[in-house]
T-cell receptor, first 112, second 112 residues
Framework: NAGVTQTPKFRILKIGQSMTLQCAQDMNHNYMYWYRQDPGMGLKLIYYSVGAGITDKGEVPNGYNVSRSTTEDFPLRLELAAPSQTSVYFC???????????FGPGTRLTVT | AQSVSQHNHHVILSEAASLELGCNYSYGGTVNLFWYVQYPGQHLQLLLKYFSGDPLVKGIKGFEAEFIKSKFSFNLRKPSVQWSDTAEYFCAVNGRFQKLVFGTGTRLLVSP
C-alpha cells in the first residue's frame, strides 16, 4: 500500500493564482482531512470528508474548496492565493470511528 | 469546544536524559487521546494512543503516556532519549464528528 500520497511536494504561487493540491489514499478509508501547519500553531483543520460526495468545513476553511467524488481522492483547491496561505498542507485519512489518522508527506506552499 | 494545551514549546535534552512532555485537554465527552511525532522533513506518525482501559499506554520506540482523568492530562514520557528522538511532538484529542484537535506541538532537540 502507498498509504496517503500528496502532490506536489513544493509549490510557489503568485498572489491571485489558483492551484489544486492532490491527495489520494489506497486504504479504502471513508474519512479524509486537510490540515495546514504553521510554525508554533500546530495543525488546523481546513476541510474534512466522511465519504464520497460529503464534505464539511473545519476550523479554517476560508480561501479553500474541496470535493470528494471518489473514496480515494480528496483534492484541495485554492482559488485566489494569498500570502496568508503560505503553509505546509497535510492530507490525512482515517478508518471509520477509529480516530487513528494516517498522514501524507505534505505540500509546502509559498505564496508571494 | 475541545482544546489541547502543550505548555512546553521547545525542549532541549542531552542523550540519555529522561523526557516528559506535558499535554492537557478539555473535552466533555469520552476522550480518545493521541501523541503524534513529526521527524524533521517527514509527515506525522502515530506514536501512541489511549482509548480505554489501562491508563498507562506504551507506544513505539520506548515512549509511554499516562492518562490521568482527574488532571485532564496525557503526558508523554521516555526514560532515556536518543539523538534520533529529535522531532516535533503533537498531542491530540478526539473532537466531534471524528475530528482530531491538535496541540501546538513541542519541539524536542536531543544533543549527542
Amino acid at each position: 500500500n502507498a498509504g496517503v500520497t500528496q502532490t506536489p511536494k513544493f509549490r510557489i504561487l503568485k498572489i491571485g493564482q489558483s492551484m489544486t493540491l492532490q491527495c489520494a489514499q489506497d486504504m479504502n478509508h471513508n474519512y479524509m482531512y486537510w490540515y495546514r501547519q504553521d510554525p508554533g500553531m500546530g495543525l488546523k483543520l481546513i476541510y474534512y470528508s466522511v465519504g464520497a460526495g460529503i464534505t464539511d468545513k473545519g476550523e479554517v476553511p476560508n480561501g479553500y474548496n474541496v470535493s470528494r467524488s471518489t473514496t480515494e481522492d480528496f483534492p484541495l483547491r485554492l482559488e485566489l492565493a494569498a500570502p496568508s496561505q503560505t503553509s505546509v498542507y497535510f492530507c490525512a485519512s482515517q478508518l471509520e470511528v477509529s480516530y487513528e489518522q494516517y498522514f501524507g508527506p505534505g505540500t509546502r506552499l509559498t505564496v508571494t | 469546544a475541545q482544546s489541547v494545551s502543550q505548555h512546553n514549546h521547545h525542549v532541549i535534552l542531552s542523550e540519555a536524559a529522561s523526557l516528559e512532555l506535558g499535554c492537557n485537554y478539555s473535552y466533555g465527552g469520552t476522550v480518545n487521546l493521541f501523541w503524534y511525532v513529526q521527524y524533521p522533513g517527514q509527515h506525522l506518525q502515530l506514536l501512541l494512543k489511549y482509548f480505554s482501559g489501562d491508563p498507562l499506554v506504551k507506544g513505539i520506540k520506548g515512549f509511554e503516556a499516562e492518562f490521568i482523568k482527574s488532571k485532564f492530562s496525557f503526558n508523554l514520557r521516555k526514560p532515556s532519549v536518543q539523538w534520533s528522538d529529535t522531532a516535533e511532538y503533537f498531542c491530540a484529542v478526539n473532537g466531534r464528528f471524528q475530528k482530531l484537535v491538535f496541540g501546538t506541538g513541542t519541539r524536542l532537540l536531543v544533543s549527542p
